[in-house]
Protein backbone atom coordinates (compact mmCIF):
# COMPACT_ATOMS: atom_id res chain seq x y z
CA UNK A 1 0.00 0.00 0.00
CA UNK A 2 0.91 3.26 -0.69
CA UNK A 3 1.93 5.15 2.51
CA UNK A 4 3.15 8.48 1.21
CA UNK A 5 1.79 11.50 3.01
CA UNK A 6 -1.46 12.66 1.78
CA UNK A 7 -1.92 16.85 1.71
CA UNK A 8 -3.62 17.84 4.72
CA UNK A 9 -6.33 20.42 5.05
CA UNK A 10 -5.45 23.75 4.62
CA UNK A 11 -6.63 24.67 8.50
CA UNK A 12 -8.20 28.41 7.36
CA UNK A 13 -9.99 26.93 5.55
CA UNK A 14 -9.38 29.61 2.78
CA UNK A 15 -7.28 27.08 0.04
CA UNK A 16 -10.89 25.10 -1.23
CA UNK A 17 -8.50 22.85 -3.26
CA UNK A 18 -7.44 20.29 -1.46
CA UNK A 19 -10.17 18.56 -0.32
CA UNK A 20 -11.03 17.43 -3.63
CA UNK A 21 -7.53 16.92 -4.62
CA UNK A 22 -7.04 14.63 -1.60
CA UNK A 23 -10.24 12.44 -2.91
CA UNK A 24 -9.11 12.08 -6.36
CA UNK A 25 -5.89 11.43 -4.45
CA UNK A 26 -7.05 9.04 -2.50
CA UNK A 27 -9.34 7.58 -5.54
CA UNK A 28 -5.80 6.94 -7.95
CA UNK A 29 -3.84 5.56 -4.81
CA UNK A 30 -6.59 3.12 -3.62
CA UNK A 31 -7.52 1.71 -7.66
CA UNK A 32 -3.33 1.39 -7.86
CA UNK A 33 -3.33 -0.36 -4.94
CA UNK A 34 -6.39 -2.40 -5.29
CA UNK A 35 -5.22 -3.08 -9.34
CA UNK A 36 -2.32 -5.11 -7.88
CA UNK A 37 -4.62 -7.62 -6.10
CA UNK A 38 -6.17 -8.14 -9.27
CA UNK A 39 -9.42 -6.33 -8.44
CA UNK A 40 -10.15 -8.93 -5.90
CA UNK A 41 -13.46 -8.32 -4.64
CA UNK A 42 -12.95 -9.45 -0.95
CA UNK A 43 -9.85 -6.98 -0.92
CA UNK A 44 -11.69 -3.80 -1.58
CA UNK A 45 -13.29 -2.84 1.36
CA UNK A 46 -10.17 -3.03 4.19
CA UNK A 47 -8.38 -1.01 1.55
CA UNK A 48 -10.66 1.39 1.36
CA UNK A 49 -11.45 1.25 5.01
CA UNK A 50 -7.48 1.69 5.77
CA UNK A 51 -6.84 4.58 2.83
CA UNK A 52 -9.92 6.40 3.46
CA UNK A 53 -8.82 6.02 7.26
CA UNK A 54 -5.31 7.64 6.39
CA UNK A 55 -6.87 10.05 4.31
CA UNK A 56 -9.85 11.36 6.77
CA UNK A 57 -7.48 14.06 8.73
CA UNK A 58 -7.50 15.87 5.63
CA UNK A 59 -11.09 15.52 4.82
CA UNK A 60 -12.59 16.85 7.91
CA UNK A 61 -13.87 20.30 6.97
CA UNK A 62 -16.92 21.94 7.88
CA UNK A 63 -20.22 22.21 5.29
CA UNK A 64 -19.21 25.47 3.78
CA UNK A 65 -15.61 24.70 2.94
CA UNK A 66 -16.89 21.03 1.03
CA UNK A 67 -19.20 23.27 -0.73
CA UNK A 68 -16.82 26.05 -2.00
CA UNK A 69 -14.67 23.12 -2.97
CA UNK A 70 -17.20 21.10 -5.44
CA UNK A 71 -19.22 24.31 -6.04
CA UNK A 72 -15.75 25.12 -7.86
CA UNK A 73 -15.04 22.56 -9.98
CA UNK A 74 -15.58 23.37 -13.63
CA UNK A 75 -16.38 19.49 -14.03
CA UNK A 76 -17.26 16.88 -11.60
CA UNK A 77 -17.69 13.42 -12.74
CA UNK A 78 -20.51 11.86 -13.60
CA UNK A 79 -23.44 12.32 -11.04
CA UNK A 80 -26.27 9.88 -10.24
CA UNK A 81 -29.29 11.98 -10.68
CA UNK A 82 -31.78 9.28 -9.62
CA UNK A 83 -29.97 9.01 -5.80
CA UNK A 84 -32.33 9.45 -3.13
CA UNK A 85 -29.25 9.12 -0.87
CA UNK A 86 -27.39 12.16 0.15
CA UNK A 87 -28.85 15.70 0.05
CA UNK A 88 -27.46 16.11 -2.29
CA UNK A 89 -25.31 13.04 -3.06
CA UNK A 90 -22.22 14.30 -5.61
CA UNK A 91 -19.71 12.09 -7.06
CA UNK A 92 -16.40 13.30 -6.96
CA UNK A 93 -14.45 10.40 -8.24
CA UNK A 94 -16.33 7.87 -10.77
CA UNK A 95 -13.07 5.15 -12.42
CA UNK A 96 -13.89 2.01 -13.50
CA UNK A 97 -16.08 0.10 -10.55
CA UNK A 98 -14.44 2.97 -8.31
CA UNK A 99 -16.82 5.94 -6.67
CA UNK A 100 -15.63 8.77 -4.30
CA UNK A 101 -18.87 10.36 -3.13
CA UNK A 102 -19.81 13.18 -0.92
CA UNK A 103 -22.71 13.24 1.09
CA UNK A 104 -24.87 15.98 2.98
CA UNK A 105 -27.59 15.42 5.38
CA UNK A 106 -29.99 18.03 6.44
CA UNK A 107 -32.67 14.70 7.28
CA UNK A 108 -31.28 13.21 10.61
CA UNK A 109 -32.52 9.32 10.12
CA UNK A 110 -31.61 7.88 7.00
CA UNK A 111 -33.76 4.36 6.21
CA UNK A 112 -32.72 1.35 7.59
CA UNK A 113 -30.72 -0.22 4.94
CA UNK A 114 -27.93 -2.76 2.92
CA UNK A 115 -25.97 -2.12 0.27
CA UNK A 116 -25.06 -3.63 -3.11
CA UNK A 117 -21.53 -2.45 -2.83
CA UNK A 118 -18.82 -2.72 -0.91
CA UNK A 119 -16.28 0.37 0.65
CA UNK A 120 -16.27 2.37 3.31
CA UNK A 121 -17.51 5.56 4.90
CA UNK A 122 -16.27 8.64 6.97
CA UNK A 123 -17.92 11.05 9.03
CA UNK A 124 -16.14 14.39 7.33
CA UNK A 125 -18.78 17.12 9.12
CA UNK A 126 -20.37 16.25 12.61
CA UNK A 127 -21.34 13.24 14.20
CA UNK A 128 -23.60 10.19 13.49
CA UNK A 129 -25.11 7.14 15.40
CA UNK A 130 -24.94 3.94 13.71
CA UNK A 131 -27.09 1.24 14.55
CA UNK A 132 -26.59 -1.92 13.13
CA UNK A 133 -29.38 -4.99 12.72
CA UNK A 134 -29.61 -8.39 11.43
CA UNK A 135 -32.70 -9.25 9.61
CA UNK A 136 -33.76 -13.41 9.60
CA UNK A 137 -36.36 -14.80 6.77
CA UNK A 138 -37.43 -17.83 5.93
CA UNK A 139 -37.43 -16.42 2.42
CA UNK A 140 -34.12 -17.82 0.57
CA UNK A 141 -35.17 -16.12 -2.74
CA UNK A 142 -34.43 -12.38 -2.46
CA UNK A 143 -38.20 -11.86 -3.27
CA UNK A 144 -38.83 -8.28 -3.77
CA UNK A 145 -41.25 -7.83 -0.77
CA UNK A 146 -40.07 -9.94 2.13
CA UNK A 147 -41.47 -11.00 5.98
CA UNK A 148 -38.66 -11.53 8.39
CA UNK A 149 -37.56 -10.79 11.68
CA UNK A 150 -35.04 -7.59 12.74
CA UNK A 151 -32.77 -7.33 15.30
CA UNK A 152 -30.55 -4.50 16.60
CA UNK A 153 -27.21 -5.89 17.03
CA UNK A 154 -24.73 -2.69 17.90
CA UNK A 155 -24.70 1.00 18.01
CA UNK A 156 -22.41 3.78 18.45
CA UNK A 157 -21.30 7.28 17.95
CA UNK A 158 -18.97 7.82 15.34
CA UNK A 159 -17.25 11.45 15.42
CA UNK A 160 -15.44 13.60 13.14
CA UNK A 161 -12.95 11.60 11.43
CA UNK A 162 -14.29 8.46 12.26
CA UNK A 163 -14.30 5.74 9.50
CA UNK A 164 -16.15 1.95 9.18
CA UNK A 165 -16.26 -0.36 6.97
CA UNK A 166 -18.97 -1.16 5.10
CA UNK A 167 -19.09 -4.99 4.20
CA UNK A 168 -19.90 -8.22 5.36
CA UNK A 169 -22.16 -11.34 4.67
CA UNK A 170 -25.34 -9.03 5.82
CA UNK A 171 -24.42 -6.28 3.34
CA UNK A 172 -23.67 -3.93 6.62
CA UNK A 173 -27.20 -3.77 7.82
CA UNK A 174 -27.65 -0.67 9.17
CA UNK A 175 -29.19 3.32 9.73
CA UNK A 176 -27.37 6.28 10.63
CA UNK A 177 -29.00 9.17 12.35
CA UNK A 178 -26.98 12.34 11.43
CA UNK A 179 -27.06 14.05 14.78
CA UNK A 180 -25.90 17.78 12.93
CA UNK A 181 -27.32 19.96 10.52
CA UNK A 182 -25.85 19.22 7.61
CA UNK A 183 -23.42 16.34 8.64
CA UNK A 184 -20.88 15.23 6.08
CA UNK A 185 -19.51 12.13 5.09
CA UNK A 186 -17.49 10.75 2.79
CA UNK A 187 -18.17 7.08 0.88
CA UNK A 188 -15.66 5.49 -0.89
CA UNK A 189 -17.04 2.09 -2.56
CA UNK A 190 -17.77 0.13 -5.69
CA UNK A 191 -20.23 0.72 -7.86
CA UNK A 192 -21.68 -2.55 -7.68
CA UNK A 193 -20.94 -5.96 -6.47
CA UNK A 194 -20.69 -8.74 -9.06
CA UNK A 195 -23.28 -10.91 -7.34
CA UNK A 196 -25.13 -8.39 -5.35
CA UNK A 197 -28.70 -8.74 -5.07
CA UNK A 198 -30.98 -5.62 -4.59
CA UNK A 199 -30.65 -3.20 -2.24
CA UNK A 200 -33.28 -3.12 0.23
CA UNK A 201 -35.27 -0.86 2.45
CA UNK A 202 -35.91 -2.74 6.17
CA UNK A 203 -39.00 -1.77 8.56
CA UNK A 204 -39.08 -2.48 11.81
CA UNK A 205 -40.05 -4.79 13.23
CA UNK A 206 -39.37 -7.45 10.35
CA UNK A 207 -40.49 -5.84 6.55
CA UNK A 208 -37.71 -5.74 3.90
CA UNK A 209 -38.57 -4.20 0.28
CA UNK A 210 -35.79 -3.60 -2.58
CA UNK A 211 -35.57 0.05 -3.16
CA UNK A 212 -37.31 1.95 -5.35
CA UNK A 213 -34.19 3.33 -7.99
CA UNK A 214 -34.95 0.74 -10.91
CA UNK A 215 -38.86 0.92 -11.38
CA UNK A 216 -39.87 1.61 -14.74
CA UNK A 217 -40.98 5.51 -15.75
CA UNK A 218 -43.80 4.26 -16.32
CA UNK A 219 -44.26 2.57 -13.00
CA UNK A 220 -42.83 5.75 -11.12
CA UNK A 221 -46.03 7.56 -12.83
CA UNK A 222 -48.34 4.91 -11.90
CA UNK A 223 -47.47 5.43 -8.12
CA UNK A 224 -47.55 9.31 -8.88
CA UNK A 225 -51.35 8.72 -10.06
CA UNK A 226 -52.55 6.72 -7.00
CA UNK A 227 -50.93 9.26 -5.21
CA UNK A 228 -52.91 12.00 -6.75
CA UNK A 229 -56.23 10.41 -6.73
CA UNK A 230 -55.96 9.76 -3.17
CA UNK A 231 -55.65 12.78 -2.17
CA UNK A 232 -59.37 13.33 -3.26
CA UNK A 233 -62.44 11.56 -1.51
CA UNK A 234 -64.85 9.60 -3.12
CA UNK A 235 -65.47 5.57 -3.63
CA UNK A 236 -64.66 5.95 -7.43
CA UNK A 237 -61.14 7.47 -7.07
CA UNK A 238 -60.88 4.51 -3.85
CA UNK A 239 -61.85 1.79 -6.14
CA UNK A 240 -59.57 2.94 -8.72
CA UNK A 241 -56.49 3.36 -6.56
CA UNK A 242 -57.44 0.11 -5.21
CA UNK A 243 -57.75 -2.30 -8.83
CA UNK A 244 -53.82 0.01 -9.22
CA UNK A 245 -53.08 -1.30 -5.90
CA UNK A 246 -54.28 -5.07 -6.40
CA UNK A 247 -52.72 -4.98 -9.87
CA UNK A 248 -49.88 -3.95 -9.26
CA UNK A 249 -46.39 -6.21 -8.87
CA UNK A 250 -45.54 -6.72 -5.20
CA UNK A 251 -42.72 -3.71 -5.12
CA UNK A 252 -45.15 -1.28 -6.86
CA UNK A 253 -47.79 -2.33 -5.31
CA UNK A 254 -45.85 -2.06 -1.89
CA UNK A 255 -44.24 1.76 -2.81
CA UNK A 256 -48.26 3.21 -3.97
CA UNK A 257 -48.90 2.13 -0.35
CA UNK A 258 -45.98 3.34 1.37
CA UNK A 259 -45.63 7.14 -0.54
CA UNK A 260 -49.83 7.38 0.46
CA UNK A 261 -48.31 6.26 4.08
CA UNK A 262 -46.21 8.97 3.75
CA UNK A 263 -48.12 11.80 2.23
CA UNK A 264 -50.66 11.23 5.25
CA UNK A 265 -53.62 9.18 4.02
CA UNK A 266 -55.67 8.14 6.80
CA UNK A 267 -55.13 4.25 7.99
CA UNK A 268 -59.02 3.52 7.20
CA UNK A 269 -58.70 4.49 3.93
CA UNK A 270 -54.91 2.63 3.09
CA UNK A 271 -56.64 -0.48 5.02
CA UNK A 272 -59.11 -0.82 2.10
CA UNK A 273 -56.64 -0.52 -0.42
CA UNK A 274 -54.64 -3.47 0.80
CA UNK A 275 -53.64 -6.14 -1.39
CA UNK A 276 -54.22 -9.71 -1.00
CA UNK A 277 -50.73 -10.73 -0.32
CA UNK A 278 -48.72 -11.92 2.76
CA UNK A 279 -46.76 -8.81 3.19
CA UNK A 280 -50.08 -6.64 3.34
CA UNK A 281 -50.85 -6.90 6.62
CA UNK A 282 -47.66 -5.99 8.44
CA UNK A 283 -46.80 -3.26 6.34
CA UNK A 284 -49.17 -1.18 8.69
CA UNK A 285 -47.22 -1.59 12.06
CA UNK A 286 -44.27 -1.34 10.00
CA UNK A 287 -44.90 1.83 8.67
CA UNK A 288 -45.78 3.45 11.33
CA UNK A 289 -42.60 2.41 13.05
CA UNK A 290 -40.65 4.05 10.67
CA UNK A 291 -42.81 7.67 10.53
CA UNK A 292 -42.29 7.25 14.49
CA UNK A 293 -38.34 6.73 14.08
CA UNK A 294 -38.17 9.80 11.82
CA UNK A 295 -40.52 11.96 14.18
CA UNK A 296 -38.13 10.67 17.16
CA UNK A 297 -34.94 12.53 15.78
CA UNK A 298 -36.95 15.76 14.51
CA UNK A 299 -35.92 18.08 17.36
CA UNK A 300 -32.02 18.78 17.10
CA UNK A 301 -31.79 19.78 20.45
CA UNK A 302 -32.47 16.44 21.70
CA UNK A 303 -30.77 13.97 19.32
CA UNK A 304 -27.14 13.76 20.64
CA UNK A 305 -29.41 12.51 24.00
CA UNK A 306 -31.58 10.35 21.94
CA UNK A 307 -28.56 8.97 20.39
CA UNK A 308 -27.07 8.25 23.65
CA UNK A 309 -29.63 6.20 24.92
CA UNK A 310 -29.60 3.66 22.02
CA UNK A 311 -26.21 3.32 22.61
CA UNK A 312 -26.85 2.77 26.46
CA UNK A 313 -29.80 1.02 25.66
CA UNK A 314 -28.23 -1.76 23.70
CA UNK A 315 -25.14 -1.91 25.90
CA UNK A 316 -27.46 -2.64 29.37
CA UNK A 317 -29.97 -5.49 26.90
CA UNK A 318 -26.11 -7.20 26.32
CA UNK A 319 -25.54 -7.48 30.22
CA UNK A 320 -28.52 -9.82 30.29
CA UNK A 321 -28.64 -11.96 27.29
FE1 LIG B 1 -25.41 2.85 4.46
Same mark, same amino acid.
Not at 2 to 5: M, W
Given at each position: M? %?? =?LPQADPAGTDVLPLIASLRLLGRRLLATWRRQQCEPSAFSPLATAMLSEAMPALVAP =??????ALAAEARLA???LTSRFGEPPVTVVARGNLRIEVYFWLSPATALHD?????AFGVAHGSSLQERYAFASDDPNHQPVRLGTLRRTAAELLSAGEVREIAGPDRCLHRVAHLEVPTVSVCVRTRHDVGAPAQYTY?? =?GLAAQTDEHFSPEA???IELVRMLMHTQGQA???TAGSLVAAAPDLEAFYMLWRLFEAGVGVDRL?? %?LPDRPWALPLLPAFFERLQEIAAWTDPAGRRTLAEQRVAELTAASCYT
Open positions: D %LS =P =PEQWVRRQSHVFSGFV =PRRRAEAFA %L
